[in-house]
């Protein structure tokens, strides 16, 4: 039982990383329908903005008030890769809807280019961020299971971005002019709803959720100028296998991946694992092309 609740709480703690990195690329790839290849380099921004914030409170602030460095990374991550997301808008991805080749050679270019940026800045080299004590130990629960602090609170995280995402999609009105815009753009400009206005602020939404995802992962381990190269395929194959779109089903994705991916590398290999599941992502999708719930529409095909 110990063994079966900590392979569980892993597979939850993968699907919770999971899901905040894919959160972004749900907006811009599953509602704006731009296939941004720049997606990992936004978590790395975010990454390094946490950072910086670490590092200003090392030589500015007393050391009593070091560990709340991260609360402020937070926000600061978030705001950092928003205003990078709404400059790339605003200049290169504003003429590139429609154009999904375009846009994924464009934002792959843009990678490559943040990434060399960063390592001009920072260095080749890996830097480490220290987590702050009040999230060092863990939760002892069952004997000899032990909950880390680190990964419950990536999960309270996750939790709460995911409940501000559902609250400003489907409970405000902005979220219900981006809605009207990406199901019929025509008619919501008909209406009055500023079309360059919500294309530019969905896609820097997305862009800033990706350095909340950034700044979560430097609780996991080092940090460099490819961290968002690791996790952005894993990113897209939530966003397809939940169904293009679909809030609820980004979640649902993010939750089988982690939880298949952990099942199967205690079972067999990492390198094994990730196979098999991939192998599961492609099979499902030949039975269910739209994923694991479908976007609800009027058209016919």
Same mark, same amino acid.
């Given at each position: 039982m110990d063994v079966f609740v900590l392979q569980l709480f892993n597979g939850l703690s993968v699907s919770s990383i999971l899901l905040l990195i894919a959160l972004g690329l749900a907006i811009t790839f599953g509602l704006m329908k731009v296939i941004n290849m720049a997606h990992g380099e936004l978590i790395m921004i975010g990454a390094y903005a946490t950072y910086l914030t670490q590092n200003l409170f090392q030589d500015y602030l007393p050391k009593s008030m070091f560990d709340w460095y991260f609360v402020l990374a937070i926000p600061v991550s978030f705001a950092i890769a928003f205003l990078i997301g709404l400059v790339l808008e605003v200049v290169l991805i504003r003429f590139l809807y429609?154009?999904?080749?375009?846009?994924l050679l464009a934002t792959w270019g843009v990678g490559l280019v943040l990434q060399q940026l960063a390592r001009t800045i920072f260095g080749a080299p890996n830097v480490g961020v220290t987590s702050p004590k009040w999230l060092e130990g863990g939760m002892t629960i069952m004997g000899d299971v032990v909950l880390p602090y680190k990964r419950l609170f990536i999960i309270a995280l996750v939790a709460a971005c995911l409940i501000a995402m559902y609250f400003y999609i489907y409970r405000s009105h902005e979220g219900?002019?981006?809605? !009207?815009v990406m199901q019929n753009r025509d008619m919501a400009a008909c209406l009055g709803v500023s079309t360059r206005r919500v294309d530019a602020i969905t896609f820097a939404i997305g862009s800033g959720i990706a350095g909340i995802a950034g700044c979560a992962l430097t609780l996991i381990g080092p940090i460099g100028p490819a961290i968002g190269t690791y996790y952005i395929v894993d990113a897209f194959m939530v966003v397809v296998l939940g169904g293009v779109g679909k809030l609820v089903g980004t979640v649902f994705g993010a939750l089988g991946i982690g939880v298949f991916n952990t099942l199967f590398e205690y079972w067999t290999t990492a390198s094994l694992g990730k196979v098999l599941v991939f192998l599961l992502i492609v099979a499902f999708l030949q039975w269910r092309?739209?994923?694991?719930? !479908?976007m609800r529409t009027r058209s016919l095909d």
């Open positions: 429609g154009r999904p080749l375009d846009s219900r002019r981006m809605r !009207a092309p739209m994923g694991l719930v !479908a």
